[in-house]
């Protein structure tokens, strides 16, 4: 074995060399699944519990509520849920104090459980546009042409 033989060899045992894998942190993933009776809460608990890193599944029928926890990514519990063929959607909603404006006409949902509201982006409730900056520029101090009415 030459030179070329040791180089190769050592280049071999360095790349088998595995990286050690980063440890996944425990997730808790909500999920809002249309259940009309007991039978479909045992139907999407099972198949949700057969996802890969789920360590619990917690089915609340009355909200319609399907939480899990463990070692899981949401992408892959939403796919689970949805090939059961029921209706389903990330949880829309957050208790109400963590919203800017709980009343706004997108956030606010009757069907919500008590002290919660659906989760909007903040700038669903901005509804300044130019005109309106046209028209507070027509009364400012700053302005040399502005109206002197007041």
Not at 77 to 105: C, D, G, H, I, R
Request: aromatic share 6%; net charge positive.
């Amino acid at each position: 074995m030459g030179v070329a033989g040791t180089v190769e060899y050592l280049s071999d045992l360095l790349s088998s060399v595995k990286k050690p894998k980063k440890k996944k942190q425990t997730q808790t993933v909500a999920l809002k699944i249309r259940m009309d009776c007991d039978g479909c809460a045992r139907k999407v608990k099972s198949v949700l519990s057969g996802v890969k890193g789920a360590k619990s599944v917690d089915v609340d029928l009355k909200q319609q509520k399907v939480t899990v926890t463990g070692y899981v990514e949401p992408k892959k519990v939403l796919k689970a849920a949805q090939s059961t063929k029921k209706k389903v959607e990330m949880w829309p909603y957050v208790p109400y104090t963590f919203v800017a404006n709980p009343y706004v006409s997108q956030a606010y949902d009757k069907k919500a459980p008590p002290n919660h509201v659906r989760a909007v982006p903040v700038t669903a409730t901005i509804t300044e546009t130019t005109v309106d900056d046209q028209y507070t520029n027509i009364f400012s101090d700053e302005n040399p042409n502005a109206c002197s009415i007041m």
